[in-house]
């Protein structure tokens, strides 16, 4: 399997060659040169197979040079109950949770920083780590965060040899939780960096430092974003495993219901679709930052300025730039990789492109895409409801994802709703709809209590260009 870039100006590389590192020089990104056919035959075969052994057949597909052998202890040492029971005795990693007949939650939050996230980010440690120290080299990891992929990097990094993590915030825009779940930690290879202003400043820095090659190289900066490829095929399996879940056989279809921000989510069910997995529709969920929706809606994308983008009670959609998006763009344009660099082109420059007329946008129902969003009152309904119906008390991103997910559903097709986050990450909200206090796992009882240690930084590359020059 080999990879080249959406922008066409990178040379065909291996796995391990794009692993560690984030955009291409051309300042696209990775994708494989086509994407793994499933057989039926291997389709039926893996029904049975535990996550694991799953993940491992999906993923050996797209990392190849990797020794099997290795690659199969590297998965089989991330997917263990210990890792994904958050302390209590879950023996399954994405357990399969039915609401009603044909609705059902995927359960992604099991994960030591109890958000989906931790599914790929706990592997990418161990790919990362394997790799370093196999060329006996160190890395820079420099990453964004609108809330829970700092977190899940950093539980996936700490201690790390040979890593170093540089993790970028907007200051005072996360919940509480999540704000003392990343600052709270006292690792020496952890560096949190509060950014004065919005998300999407604090992934704007992260690409005006890949796109300096020079200072890339010096510095041996690598990624974790949902950029970073590795990331994306590793979410891939939990779309394999839910379908497995909410069917009895390999003729049925599912839609699934995904909250979206950054579209690395979505972008897997793409790629799982794209793969042959039967998936009927990708239903995309935003909130009120619904750049996506308006897209999928119009055909046109228009990313927003950091004073339009909204603070929401589903901070983690708090993102107006979907760095993922490319990916998808690049496939709907039949992989036309000079057209896909004019568009951005026109995104860097005006602020938007528009497809609305186009051949290619008409071809969107081909991919299964439907798309919607919600409000805030619109979560709170969502979780009183699921409450009062279901007795489960959900987060406020799953609930955007349910909100939009039944109304596109459709009879006899089940619903795959993916859980984004244990609801403890969103104590304020969960209160407000339902005046009581979620749960949370023993060992983050009063986590808003420790101790934090973070820097607050200016939203300028080159004032993380020197911190990192600084601290490594």
């Not at 690395?264 to 935003?286: E, F, S, V």
């Not at 299964?368 to 406020?396: C, M, N």
């Not at 808003?448 to 020197?466: N, S, Y």
Request: glycine share 6%; proline share 4%; charged share 20%.
């Amino acid at each position: 399997m080999k990879y080249i870039s959406t922008r066409g100006g990178m040379p065909a590389q291996s796995f391990t060659d794009i692993l560690l590192g984030g955009l291409a020089p051309d300042g696209g990104l990775a994708m494989c040169e086509s994407y793994p056919k499933i057989s039926e035959q291997e389709l039926k075969t893996w029904r049975g197979l535990s996550y694991a052994d799953l993940a491992f057949e999906i993923i050996n597909k797209f990392a190849d040079d990797i020794p099997a052998d290795d690659l199969k202890k590297i998965i089989a040492k991330t997917y263990t109950a210990e890792v994904y029971c958050n302390g209590d005795s879950a023996s399954d990693i994405t357990p399969l949770k039915t609401l009603a007949p044909g609705l059902h939650i995927l359960a992604l939050s099991n994960g030591p920083t109890l958000a989906f996230k931790d599914i790929a980010m706990q592997l990418l440690g161990n790919l990362f780590e394997y790799t370093l120290a196999k060329n006996q080299a160190e890395l820079n990891i420099l990453g964004a965060t609108s809330g829970d992929t700092g977190s899940s990097a950093e539980y996936a990094m700490r201690g790390k040899r040979g890593i170093r993590v540089f993790m970028l915030s907007p200051k005072d825009k996360m919940s509480a939780f999540q704000t003392a779940q990343m600052f709270s930690l006292q690792d020496k290879n952890i560096f949190n960096i509060a950014v004065e202003g919005v998300f999407d400043d604090c992934q704007d820095m992260v690409k005006a430092v890949s796109r300096d090659a020079e200072f890339k190289a010096q510095y041996k900066i690598g990624t974790v974003n949902s950029i970073n490829w590795a990331r994306v095929v590793a979410q891939v399996v939990y779309y394999f495993k839910g379908y497995f879940a909410a069917t009895k056989n390999n003729s049925e279809q599912v839609s699934f219901a995904v909250p979206s921000g950054n579209f690395g989510n979505i972008c897997a069910g793409h790629i799982a679709r794209m793969m042959g997995l039967p998936i009927r529709k990708l239903i995309l969920a935003t909130n009120e930052n619904n750049v996506l929706d308006e897209f999928f809606r119009t055909g046109i994308y228009r990313t927003r300025t950091s004073a339009e983008t909204r603070q929401t009670s589903s901070p983690s959609m708090d993102i107006s730039k979907a760095s993922n998006f490319e990916r998808f763009i690049f496939d709907l344009l039949g992989r036309d990789a000079m057209t896909v660099r004019g568009l951005w082109h026109s995104l860097d420059t005006q602020g938007s492109f528009d497809l609305s007329g186009s051949e290619h946008f008409k071809r969107i129902s081909d991919f299964g895409f439907v798309s919607g969003t919600s409000s805030h009152l619109d979560r709170l309904a969502i979780i009183r409801s699921v409450k009062e119906k279901y007795g489960l008390v959900i987060d406020p991103h799953t609930a955007d994802g349910i909100k939009v997910g039944v109304e596109y559903q459709e009879k006899n097709i089940p619903l795959i709703c993916l859980e984004t986050a244990l609801p403890a990450k969103f104590a304020e909200t969960i209160e407000e709809a339902l005046k009581l206090t979620p749960p949370r796992p023993s060992a983050y009882k009063n986590i808003e209590k420790l101790a934090l240690k973070f820097d607050v930084m200016a939203a300028k590359p080159d004032l993380i260009k020197q911190y990192i020059s600084a601290h490594s």
